[in-house]
């Protein structure tokens, strides 16, 4: 069968003082070894940032980099949509920047003509993404039926990072990395990272979800939190994406705000969560999948969810996969990180320590040092690589599963350990 028979790429790209990495990211899609059907970019500011003169710069860079790609309309090899939410008039309502309703707009701009089946790819301007970066994700797609969304792996550059910069830049990867870890050795549904430059999606299991999730803050985390239950994520892609690593308040969480703070809040903001509440959860999990009294499940359970949930969730629920894949949905992406920070005062001074403990149980390695700051970059760099490749390894395994299981239809639509 004919790639074109199967799917089709359509891409999101918002932009934001992009200017500089316009022309090098349309280098990227042409280069592509599996060319997408349709890109679609929006230029986007609030509009109150009209009257701050501190975003002069931002609406001059946008104005411009609007005036370059309208020209290329007729001429570029690709078929693209440009939307216009930066001139006079045309930005944004909200008084900060909104990337996840940009990523809306974009989608929604070519949804109409696309097919169930069809991928949508989101991008950002000032990633780095491989030549066959479309074609892989189309082969995983393609190996998987049933797949729903991919996270892919990730690896943000600090080249250009001053030394107290990159240190933070790579703290706060590491952090990502053990969270994910953490989610994956506990087989958690959710065990999976939602970076907005690294997701794809099948066209109806966004719809599905009810699209793009807007708001303040965190909206590639509910929107990809949606998509798992509709179905599997996966995380595994033959090779790697490369997020710039800049300071940036555009955005609520990730890496430009965590990059742009000291240590100490970024260890308030992104504490390294002890492993033994993981162990909860998992326990939590295991009770779920393996008891056949409500009883005990009510007994357990009620730490982490409500009990009159629980019932109400049992009532409507009888049928055994359909009761747990329902206590799941409630307990969700977002209900665990919600147990965490309720169940975590975050110590700044056992932050490391957490972590150290957490590296030797899992690889078998020892940190001589005793803080952060005691580090180097290079071993802080080579301890992310570590991280990185046992993540790479875990999210490889879990593909092989889903590969040999892939027309087991209890397994894909149901939420359970995995």
Known sequence: ??????????????????????????????????????????????????????????ILNNTKTLIYLNKLLDSFPIPIIVLDHSSPGNGFHSNVGCVGLARKLCIDSFLSFT??????????????????YFENIFDIYSQ???????????????????????RLMLRYEIFLHYYTLQLLLIQSPYA???????????????????????????EDFYTMQQIRKIGIISSWLDNTIYPAARISDRVVFGTGPAIGMNLENQIKKYPFYPTYLFKKI????????????????????????????????????????KFVHAIHE???????LKFLN????V?????????KNFYKCILQKNIIYNSWEEISVNELNQIRDNLYNYELYLQKNKFDFLLMNKTNKKLWQNLKML
């Not at 309720?342 to 005062?345: A, I, L, P, V």
């Open 347 to 355: 110590e700044i001074n056992n932050d490391f320590e957490y972590f």
């Open 1 to 58: 069968m004919l790639k074109s028979e199967l799917s089709r790429i359509f891409v999101a790209i918002p932009l934001m003082k992009e200017l500089d990495n316009v022309p090098i990211l349309l280098d990227q899609l042409i280069n592509q070894s599996m060319r997408p059907a349709f890109i679609s970019f929006c230029i986007n500011q609030p509009e109150s940032w009209r009257k701050l003169p501190d975003k002069k710069e931002i």
């Open 282 to 321: 998992e326990s939590y999990y295991q009770i779920l999948e393996y008891s056949n009294s409500i009883d005990e499940i009510i007994k357990n359970l009620k730490d982490i969810i409500p009990e009159k949930i629980i019932l109400k969730i049992y009532k409507n629920h009888t049928q055994r996969d």
């Open 115 to 132: 097919n169930s089946n069809d991928i949508i790819v989101n991008m950002d301007a000032d990633t780095n993404y491989p030549d066959n």
């Open 330 to 336: 409630y307990f969700d992406a977002f209900h665990i």
């Open 342 to 345: 309720n169940n975590y005062s």
């Open 192 to 218: 999976y990272m939602p970076i907005g430059s690294a997701m794809s999606f099948r066209v109806n299991a966004y719809k599905k979800a009810g699209g793009f999730k807007v708001k303040d803050a965190g």
């Open 144 to 166: 998987l039926p049933l797949l729903s969304g991919v996270c892919a792996p990730y690896y943000h550059k600090i080249d250009n990072l001053p030394i107290d910069k990159a």
